[in-house]
Every structure is written in C-alpha cells, then in structure tokens.
C-alpha cells in the first residue's frame, strides 16, 4: 500500500509501516519548549521521580515570549527553566546571549533535520515541517513524557494535499498562499490532518515563504504542515552544521489523501485576514474599499520574521515616513538576522522611517508586551492570529497580512496595496 511522506517518516521511527489513524509510539527526534510553557513540563518532569534526560541533545529550551523579562513574574517564570538547563547542563539551551524566536531560531542552529519527528510544546512548531520534518505542537505534559521517555503516542494523522499551480505575482508569498488555504477550508477544515503541500509553484517560493506556510497550517486545524525536500530545501541545509544526517522522504504518487486542493496562485492577490479568525480573508482589493484606518503596524514573529521580510519591508519603506497617526514596531526572529539586517543597512531605512525595532520575541505576537494594542485600535500584523484580544485590548482589531501589505499600509495609516507604491 502506498504511502504519503507523514506516513513514511512515522514507518521509519517505529520500524514498520503504518498508516493514517494508526496509533503509535514514536521516537522523538527533537523536542522544543519555551519559557512559559517549559516550567510546566518540569514540574511533570520532577514530579515523576525523573533524574535524567532521556535524550538530553534532543532537548531544546528557547527563551522567547518575555525575554528579556518584562515584570518579577516573567523573570521568575524564566528562572525555573535557567535552573532546570543549568542543572542538565543542557546543550541546547538558548537564552538572551543567543536569542531568537524559536520556530526561526531551531532551523538557523541546524536542529531541524528533514525526516525527524519533533514536538514543542507551542502551536506552531508545525513550521518545522518546510524541512521535510513531521513536526507538531503538543502539551506541556506531552513534552514531559517525551523528556522522560525519549518518546510520545501518535495518531497518525490523514494528509490533505495541497499542490499550488501556477506563478505568483509580485508581492505574493507563503502568508497569501497559507491565508487563501485557511479562507477555503476554515479553521476546522484540516483538523488532526497534514497539509502537505506541492506543485509547481513551490519552485517560486523560498524557504522563508515555505516556513511561514506550514507554521499557520495550525490555523486550519491541522497536526502539521509539512513540504518534501527539493532543491531549494537542500540550499539552506548547506550552510547548516545538522544535528544529525537528514532522511529525505516523498509521497508515493497515488498515496491515499484524505483530500485534493488545487489553488492557482497565478490568480491571487495579497490577502488579509480580517478579525477575528485566519479564515476570515480578504483580497487587497477587497480591504482598499473599506478605507480603514490603522493605529499600529506589526512585522515580526515565527510566521514573517524573517530576512526577507525584513528586505520586503524596507524595500517599501526607504525613503518614506510612517504615518503621523500610526506605530510601526519591527522584531527580527533571531539576533542573526538583526545583525544581518544591521549589515545591510536595513535598520537605519527603519529607523529613519520611523519604526521602532525590537529585540527577537513573541511578546507582540500573543499580546504579552513590546506593542500592546489599546481599546478600539487596528493592527495590520504579519503574525499568525487574530483572535478577540490576541493583541491586546479586547476591542482592538488584528488584520493579518504579509510584510509588503503591512509595511505599505504603516506608510499610508490605512490598509494599503504594496504593489501600487
């Protein structure tokens, strides 16, 4: 019987072949926690009489939401995982010395490996899965086990593909892509699946695209999101020292999918999510028609933190001011990008545009600190949610869109078209 690469990748860690809706016990190739959810994983960890790590290189802590800490309760949040690392002497342990938001930080490191099955106790540590990887999120409890075991239970999940046709437009990338996805289907539409996603305009997008393609595969209820190992995949591991030597799977060509979604990007605009879920997306023709005024303009985090979105945006805001009425905050995902970003004179076009550039963290994201939105105020954000009060005050309104809408609109104070300027 043929099988679909999430299949393929759950044969190979349990030694035989299994199938969608099997249950299985895994090996776990990597598993991620952060700062708020680590502390629970420990409690479990200690509680179970546990000493040692099952797989002590296979375990990463990334210190991203509230660092550095933004009040006494942060910091001592942070303190329990500082303590537990320094304890193990954990290897992979990532603090303000080399920080970065840890969806974007784990591939930079090289701990993302194509084949590996990862979990992290965050929702969208699906984005691993544009390495070739299975990756999910799961709960604190579950990294526990994985942290005493070395292992976890799986169902294995029914795959949705996704073949993209077609070649997108200019201003069009992975957040339109993934956006469109999650209008078509809903948030509930790819619940427990994997979206794998293929055809021929994957060639058109780069890995910073493809990343934040499988991070939102969450928004549409999905278990993962995963992208076979191409050509443009096999460039970025180059420059990477890989934890371990990469296992490359494909999807048998008449493998059993649960569904068949063909979009032709060819024909998409920019989209934008409109309050308040990911499937409530527009077309940037849509949005200009509703005029409406943005207080608060947002680039950063796990899903469009990334160099090129950094380059994107100053693409379209050098030699330009952010609008009398409307906050521009930029947050690379890593401290190499910033530096990258610094080398190439990125942050000075920022700066004198009027932006104020933060150091790498979620706090924006998930409206912890570093860009809290105020009653009745209107982000466009290049984050991943837009739920009631996900930023900030509950009446505030979040509009998610790539980073050429997001800059292009802090530069008019309104929703605004990038490819017009």
């Not at 799961?138 to 077609?166: C, H, Q, R």
Request: aromatic content about 8%; hydrophobic content about 40%.
């Amino acid at each position: 019987m043929k099988q679909t690469i999430t299949e393929k990748i759950f044969s190979e860690h349990v030694g035989h072949a299994v199938y969608a809706g099997q249950i299985v016990e895994s090996k776990i190739d990597m598993v991620i926690g952060n700062d708020i959810t680590t502390p629970i994983s420990i409690k479990a960890f200690k509680e179970s009489g546990a000493k040692k790590l099952a797989n002590p290189d296979g375990f990463a802590i990334v210190m991203d939401h509230y660092i550095p800490a933004k009040d006494i309760a942060s910091a001592n949040q942070a303190k329990i995982s500082r303590d537990f690392a320094y304890e193990h002497d954990l290897k992979n342990f990532f603090d303000e010395k080399d920080m970065g938001i840890e969806h974007a930080l784990m591939p930079e490191k090289g701990l993302v490996v194509p084949g590996d099955v990862i979990i992290g106790a965050d929702s969208h540590t699906c984005t691993h899965g544009a390495l070739g990887a299975f990756s999910t999120g799961m709960g604190s409890t579950d990294l526990a086990y994985a942290m005493i075991t070395g292992k976890n239970w799986f169902k294995v999940p029914a795959t949705i593909k996704v073949e993209f046709v077609g070649k997108p437009a200019k201003h069009i990338y992975g957040k339109d892509l993934i956006l469109e996805v999650i209008r078509q289907i809903g948030v509930d539409g790819a619940l427990y699946k994997a979206l794998e996603f293929c055809g021929d305009a994957m060639k058109y997008l780069d890995m910073d695209s493809r990343f934040s393609l499988c991070n939102m595969a969450i928004e549409a209820g999905g278990k993962s999101g995963i992208i076979a190992v191409d050509d443009i995949t096999k460039e970025f591991l180059a420059s990477k020292n890989l934890r371990s030597k990469p296992k490359f799977h494909y999807s048998d060509e008449d493998a059993n999918y649960e569904q068949i979604l063909r979009i032709d990007v060819s024909k998409l605009d920019p989209v934008i999510a409109y309050p308040f879920l990911p499937s409530n997306g527009k077309s940037i023709n849509e949005a200009l028609k509703d005029d409406l005024k943005i207080d608060q303009v947002f680039i950063g985090s796990c899903t469009n933190g990334r160099l090129s979105d950094l380059r994107i945006a100053a693409g379209i805001l050098k030699g330009k001011r952010v609008a009398k009425h409307t906050r521009l905050i930029i947050t690379p995902a890593t401290q190499k990008i910033a530096l990258a970003a610094q080398k190439e004179g990125l942050m000075d076009i920022f700066v004198e545009a009027g932006a104020v550039v933060s150091n790498p963290t979620c706090g924006a994201c998930l409206g912890g600190y570093m860009g809290i939105l105020g009653a009745g105020e209107r982000c466009v954000s290049t984050t991943n949610r837009n739920f009631v009060g996900r930023m900030g005050d509950r009446t505030s309104e979040v509009y998610l869109a790539n980073s050429a809408v997001a800059a292009a609109s802090a530069i008019a104070g309104k929703i605004a078209d990038p490819r017009v300027l």
